[in-house]
């Protein structure tokens, strides 16, 4: 047996120019200079761990979404700037029934109740929640229809009570959860007994 190290072969050299390039050359004279534009370049290689760990991280950038599909930022908890900023907003509200003069009687506290104000993360959007206070369904459609029409002038009048310095998107939007909850309660409160009423309240 012999000792001896078994060397690794070699590969083969790839042409120095490419077979259509060796044709240009071999029919016409190329100065030396320019030779080097007729040389066949080299594929680089990738290692493989890079290229998987690019592969996974392109993987988690295109299918991983950074929030849910039916994230709002509104009904999230609201932090300390959203709790503040809201009751700031909720004090201009008060502020503005009890100076200003309301467009439309629609938009009023007698046909409206605010059920409270809710802040963006980025303080940049609010939503003032309310219900019209009447039964009427006629009423309620020109309760709904007016502070649609007034959105533009109210929210500027709030935005000048609160002494907002930076910009700020109002909209009034109905509380559905809340009248929805109430027609909830109000159906146990009917389907209950006297006795039952008289053993929950205190």
Known sequence: MSNSIIKP???????RYPPENQQILDDMMIPGPALRFFKAKKAKKRPESCSL???????????TPARL?????????????????AERLQRAIST???????????????????????????????RVMYEPSTTVKKERGYVHRALQGHTHL????IRNHAQ?????????????????????FEQIE?????????????
Not at 97 to 126: A, F, H
């Open 154 to 157: 109210l929210s500027s009048m």
């Open 96 to 126: 503005m029934y009890s100076i200003e003069t309301m467009p439309s009687r629609w938009v009023t506290p007698g046909y409206v109740m605010i059920r409270g104000v809710k802040v963006s993360r980025n303080l940049r959007k609010c």
């Open 164 to 184: 907002l310095k930076r910009p700020l998107s109002i909209k009034f939007v109905p509380d559905t959860q809340a009248k929805e909850l109430e027609d909830v």
């Open 53 to 63: 760990a690019s592969s996974i991280s392109i993987e988690k950038l295109y299918t």
């Open 190 to 202: 009917s389907s209950l007994t006297k006795e039952e009423l008289a053993m929950i309240t205190p």
């Open 69 to 85: 599909v039916n994230f709002n930022e509104f009904d999230s908890t609201p932090n300390i700037p959203q709790q503040r900023l």
């Open 9 to 15: 072969r070699k590969q083969p050299k790839l042409p």
